[in-house]
């Protein structure tokens, strides 16, 4: 199993935006493309994967890979399937969560929640230019990625991040987005560290 | 220098298509993200990058990381771009190139007239499934790659790379998008093959 928890400042949580300007609704387009490098391969999707985007501190949209439907590679068709889970949170009680779509759930918890129900699961690796080397990471089996949208870690976010995390890994001298960043994770743990091609 | 030379089989050559249905576009969408791959970081774009989109073996899209402007990270913008730079293409006169907007030039090359274009620059490199372990190669100063859209290399592009390709290269076990393969060919040149970080 392999986690990724993207954090999104700036999404409309009521899911009210339009889907000819993503950028404009608060970076839905990079949340879509976070999701397209965390789940799709050329041929298929991968199914040992749970992505969250944490919306706003107040929504979670958790997605599992093993019956995830109807995830396209372009943005346009994620951004749908994103604003029909924002418009279904309202129908979410609390912590519980409900599925507008197939192997989408959405919640009202915010970033504490998510990182205390994952942090149990395996290592919680936060990606960070001054972190390790990330090949000096043993390979774990079930990490959790944790990753900001456009703009950094708030200060409240970084304190819960302190709690939580386990290694802070650095992917390279360039910092690249998040989607990106999840596209190159993949890769070292596809290859078990650069070993297995 | 980075190149990248990336294959369309089905973008519409006249560049008429609608930007809320990049899939239905031959697959644009695919080209977008792989310009976004290509070309941005976090905080700016790579100057020293060149790619060409070659497209239905009619047109060739050829973007220059020094002067290019209004590349943004979405793909409604990005096709919006390349819709411009199809439209362009009559204007071109032979293998002339026209610069439709400030770093986006389109001739109507084809993959032939491409391959020959770039040989000299350095190693051509052709990921394959098939190839050499990237850790293998040493990280070549100014590479340029060979990657195909959603489809297989056709017949007769594979003669044509059997031609020009200097290295056969694969990135991992799992068969990637175009894009992703890009963003980690970036993470490998940036990190001198995961040594600096």
Chains 1, 2 share one sequence.
């Not at 109807?70 to 519980?96: F, Y």
């Not at 969560?97 to 942090?119: H, M, N, T, W, Y």
């Not at 944790?146 to 409240?156: A, E, K, Q, Y």
Request: aromatic share 6%.
């Amino acid at each position: 199993m392999r986690q990724f928890v993207v954090v999104s400042h700036d999404a409309p949580l009521d899911g009210n935006f339009s889907l000819s300007d993503l950028p404009g609704a608060g970076r839905v387009d990079l949340l879509c493309r976070c999701l397209n490098a965390a789940f799709l391969t050329s041929h298929g999707i991968r199914e040992a994967v749970h992505t969250y985007l944490v919306v706003r501190d107040e929504a979670t949209i958790r997605l599992s890979g093993s019956t995830l439907r109807n995830l396209h590679p372009d943005e346009r068709s994620t951004a749908a399937l994103l604003r029909g889970a924002l418009q279904a949170r309202e129908q979410a009680v609390g912590h519980r969560e409900v599925e507008p779509s197939p192997g989408v759930f959405v919640s009202k918890r915010g970033l504490a929640e998510v990182l205390e129900a994952i942090d149990s699961d395996g290592p919680v690796v936060q990606l960070h230019e001054a972190g390790n080397p990330i090949v000096d990471l043993a390979a774990p089996a079930a990490p959790t990625f944790v990753l900001s949208d456009h703009r950094n870690f708030t200060d409240g976010e970084k304190g819960l991040l302190a709690e939580h995390v386990d290694d802070r890994v650095s992917l390279g001298p360039e910092r690249v987005h998040a989607d990106h960043a999840i596209t190159v994770a993949h890769n070292y743990l596809d290859t078990d560290g650069y070993a297995h091609y």
